[in-house]
C-alpha cells in the first residue's frame, strides 16, 4: 500500500466520453494473425530478443492472460505475511520486550531483536497462523478467483549486508501455491520488495531512501528471485499453472531523486525477458502472464515504452494500478466525492486496457488513515473497529463504496484485488471482517446500487433493495 496518493487529478477527470471496453470472448485463441505476425518479423539482428519470443510463442502451452482470461480477476492481497508491516501486524511490533515503539519496517524489527533465533520464532509462528488453508477455503467460498501474493526478495536471494532472515519463508509460499491450487484459486506472484527499496515504504521492507537504482546488484538479484519464481513454481506440473501471473516489482516510485523512467523501464524489459526465458515449455502447464506497476504516474505516460510490438508480444503482459482514497487530500472528500472519484477512475484505464490488460492490483474501502498508523489501534479488536464505522450511513456508504470500485473496475479494466484478506483492527481494509459486516456482499455478482438508464453515475443514489448489516447504530 502506498502513503502517498497520486489520484487528485481523477477528481477533475468528469465522467465523460466514457467508452465501453471490448471483452475478448472466453476461450479466444491466443494466437490470433496479428500476435504470431509481431513474434515472427523480429529480424536476425536482435539475436536474444528474438529468441526469446519465439521461444514466446510456446506453442503447445496456453498462455494466462492474466485479466483477459474472459472473466474478471476478482481477487484479494495475502498481505502482511511474508513482509511484515506495523500496521498490518501491530502485535508483532508492539511487543512489551521492544523498547522502541516506532519500528518502521521489518528491516529495524530484524535489527531490533537481538537473539535471532528468537526473531525466527516469532516470524515461524506468523506464517503458521496469519493465513491458514480455512483462509483459501473461505476465499472460494466468498467467489474470488484471484490471490495476490506479496513475496519478500529474501526469500530466494538474501544477502548477508540485509538484516532479514533468508528462505525461511518458503516452506509457506509453497504451501500457499498449494492452497491456490486445491481451492481453484488463481495467483499472482508479486516480487513486493527488491534490494535497496523501490519506494521508500514500510511494504519494500526498509522504510527511508529509495535506492534500488543505486547498485547494478540490486537489480540482478531481483531477477535472480523472479528467474527462481519461474524454476520453482512455473516448471513445476505439481502446480497445476496455478501461477496466472508474476509481478516483478510491486509499487516502485518513479521520479526525481527516485527511479529514473529508464532505469525501471530496462529493468522491466530485463525482468520480462528473463522471466520467458527461463520458463521451460516442456515442463510448464500455463505461460505466466509478466505483470508491471505503472508505478504510480498515468496510463497514457506509457503508451511509448509499449508501443514496441516487437518485444511486447500482445497478451504475454499486463499493468497493474493501485487505486487509494484513504490519503492526503482524498482523505477530507466526501462520501459523494469518493464515489465520484471511483467512477472517474474507468475513463482513466478504459483505453488502456484495450491496449494491454489494466488490473486494479490493490484497493481498499478506506477513506482515511484511521489505524492505519498502528499505534492508535493498538488493542482495538476488529469488532471495536467496525462499530466505529457501523453507523446507517456508513454501512451504506462502504457497500456503495465497494460497488462503485469493483463495478468500475470490472467494466472498464480487466478486474480488481483488494488490499488485504484480513488485518488485525483495520476493518476497511480487511476483506473478509468486511464481508462479516455487509459492506462486501458473499456473492460477487450480486449489485445492489445498479444506476436507472440515463443515471450520470456509476452507481445509484440508493440501494435497489433493502440491505442490512451484521451491526449498526442509528444515524
Ligand atoms: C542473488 O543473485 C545474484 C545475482 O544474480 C547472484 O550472484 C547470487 O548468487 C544470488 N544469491 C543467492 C543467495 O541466490
Redesign the pocket.
Known amino acids: 500500500m502506498r502513503k502517498v496518493s497520486v489520484l487528485v487529478t481523477l477528481a477533475l477527470t468528469l465522467v465523460s466520453g466514457a467508452s465501453r471496453v471490448v471483452s475478448l470472448p472466453a476461450g479466444q485463441a491466443w494466437q490470433d494473425a496479428s500476435d504470431r505476425g509481431s513474434e515472427l518479423s523480429r529480424g536476425e539482428a536482435d539475436g536474444q530478443v528474438a529468441r526469446v519470443l519465439k521461444a514466446d510463442a510456446f506453442p503447445t502451452v496456453p498462455h494466462a492472460k492474466f485479466g483477459r482470461s474472459g472473466r474478471p480477476v476478482r481477487g484479494v492481497n495475502l498481505g502482511g505475511w511474508f513482509i511484515l508491516e506495523n500496521w498490518e501486524n501491530p502485535s508483532i511490533f508492539l511487543t512489551d520486550d521492544l523498547v522502541n515503539k516506532d519500528i518502521p519496517d521489518e528491516w529495524t524489527w530484524m535489527n531490533s531483536i537481538s537473539d535471532k533465533s528468537d526473531a525466527k520464532q516469532r516470524l515461524l509462528a506468523h506464517y503458521n497462523s496469519w493465513i491458514t488453508e480455512a483462509d483459501f477455503q473461505k476465499m472460494a467460498e466468498y467467489g474470488l478467483n484471484t490471490v495476490r501474493l506479496p513475496v519478500p526478495h529474501w526469500a ?4 548477508s549486508s540485509e538484516p532479514y532472515l ?1 528462505s525461511i519463508q518458503l516452506p509457506w509460499i509453497s504451501k500457499a501455491i498449494g492452497w491456490a491450487r486445491d481451492y481453484n484459486l488463481d495467483m499472482v506472484l508479486d516480487l513486493h520488495t527488491v534490494p535497496g527499496s523501490q519506494n521508500g515504504y514500510d511494504n519494500s521492507g526498509r522504510a527511508g531512501a529509495i535506492a534500488f537504482q543505486n547498485d547494478p ?1 540490486n537489480a ?2 531481483a ?2 528471485a523472479l528467474v527462481k519464481m519461474v524454476q520453482w513454481y512455473v516448471n513445476d506440473p505439481q502446480w497445476k499453472g496455478v501461477i496466472k501471473a508474476i509481478e516483478v516489482v510491486n509499487e516502485p516510485k518513479m521520479g526525481q531523486g527516485q527511479i529514473p523512467r529508464s532505469f525501471l523501464e530496462k529493468f522491466y524489459r530485463d525482468s520480462y525477458t528473463a522471466i520467458r526465458k527461463a520458463i521451460d515449455p516442456t515442463k510448464a502447464p500455463v505461460i505466466p502472464t509478466v505483470l508491471l506497476s505503472d508505478a504510480f504516474v498515468s496510463q497514457s505516460s506509457w503508451d511509448n515504452f509499449y508501443s514496441d510490438a516487437n518485444f511486447w508480444a500482445s497478451g504475454s503482459y499486463a499493468i497493474d494500478t493501485h487505486h487509494y482514497e484513504a490519503f492526503a487530500p482524498l482523505n477530507s472528500y466526501s462520501y459523494d466525492q469518493h464515489i465520484q472519484i471511483a467512477c472517474s477512475v474507468g475513463p482513466s484505464i478504459g483505453p488502456t486496457n484495450k491496449k494491454r490488460a489494466v488490473v486494479v492490483g490493490e484497493f481498499s474501502l478506506g477513506i482515511d488513515t484511521r489505524c492505519v498508523p498502528y499505534k492508535p489501534c493498538k488493542g482495538v479488536t476488529m469488532e471495536q473497529d467496525v462499530r466505529t464505522l457501523n453507523k446507517d450511513s456508513q454501512n451504506l456508504f462502504a457497500r456503495k463504496f465497494w460497488e462503485a470500485q469493483t463495478s468500475t473496475f470490472e467494466q472498464y479494466g480487466g478486474g480488481w484485488i483488494f488490499w488485504n484478506w484480513k488485518g488485525e483492527s483495520t476493518s476497511a481494509w480487511s476483506y473478509k471482517d468486511a464481508v462479516k459486516q455487509g459492506w462486501i456482499p458473499s456473492n460477487l455478482d450480486e449489485r445492489v446500487f445498479k444506476p436507472a438508464a440515463g443515471e450520470q453515475s456509476c452507481v445509484s443514489s440508493q440501494p435497489n433493495v433493502p440491505l442490512s448489516f451484521n451491526t449498526r447504530q442509528d444515524g
Open positions: 530466494f536471494n538474501g544477502s533468508d546488484m540482478a538479484r531477477i535472480d
